[in-house]
């Protein structure tokens, strides 16, 4: 099967880009600071993922809500990411297309060796730069995890909580009002 041609007016670059990187046949790939990376997590990355998710379950259904890894377009930036976890509403679920961070609840990264500093560093001031109001930063290879929340705009985020260690709870705050369980991390 081959790619089928789509049109778009390429006056603007930044739409050209994330218009392009949709339609890459085959692939899943996020843009992070203007660097084509892919999306390509191990089991043992989406394990984390799952575990996350099925713990969100209750909270999820009262919430009316949904947890996936849909598209977060950074409006005005060179990014689009595909995060590994992100809660949000039903309604918004159903749309189709790319959301933003502010139209999410939470926004959950796990790292992993090939993209721990992003995770860190890039995504957590540009979530909190586009008013993602929870970060839960998950870091595999310090097995640790850390929220954040609070966004303050290109200042980042005001709080932070941890880290805390696999196998202590991390209390997700309202609206989830939930204490985490990371010891299958």
Request: contains cysteine; proline residues 9%.
């Amino acid at each position: 099967m081959s790619a089928q041609p789509h049109t778009y007016a390429a006056d603007d670059p930044e739409k050209a880009l994330k218009y392009a990187i949709q339609h890459i046949e085959g692939d899943r790939v996020q843009i992070v600071e203007g660097v084509i990376q892919p999306a390509m997590p191990t089991w043992d990355h989406e394990n984390v993922a799952d575990e996350i998710r099925e713990q969100l379950g209750p909270v999820l259904r009262k919430l009316e809500c949904r947890a996936g890894s849909g598209d977060l377009d950074l409006p005005g930036s060179p990014n689009w990411y595909v995060p590994d976890l992100a809660v949000v509403p039903r309604k918004l679920a159903k749309g189709g297309g790319a959301l933003v961070p502010d139209q999410t609840l939470l926004v959950v990264e796990i790292t992993s060796d090939s993209n721990g500093d992003t995770d860190r560093v890039a995504k957590r001031r540009r979530y909190a730069e586009y008013g993602a109001p929870l970060y839960l930063l998950v870091d595999r290879q310090e097995r640790t995890c850390m929220l954040f929340s609070k966004p303050g705009g290109e200042l980042g985020y005001t709080r932070a909580e941890g880290p805390t260690p696999f196998g202590a709870p991390v209390h997700l705050p309202a609206p989830f009002d939930l204490e985490l369980d990371t010891s299958d991390f």
